[in-house]
């Protein structure tokens, strides 16, 4: 495929493309999805345990931020909200 080709494959079905996403881009809007999406259920289950806080989620927020992403407040919990900017940019 020519990089042409790739970014109409790639783009979502509602704007025109194919829906076909790399791996590689939607990592971190699945892990951060997926964290955001628990955080109240995981404060509720471990709320009489003295465990720390994630050490990786707010390394993840800031590789998120320093792609140029603004990090939204409140936090979305579906993965689609996560992937939209990424998916603007292209």
Do not use: H
């Amino acid at each position: 495929m020519t990089d042409t080709q790739w970014l109409q494959a790639s783009l979502l079905i509602k704007d025109g493309g194919l829906g076909v996403k790399r791996v590689s881009s939607l990592a971190l809007p699945a892990i951060l999805a997926s964290a955001a999406g628990t955080a109240l259920l995981q404060t509720e289950i471990l709320a009489d345990c003295n465990v720390p806080e994630d050490p990786y989620w707010k390394d993840y927020l800031q590789l998120w931020s320093a792609s140029g992403n603004k990090t939204p407040d409140p936090l979305p919990l579906k993965q689609s909200s996560w992937d939209r900017p990424g998916i603007e940019k292209v």
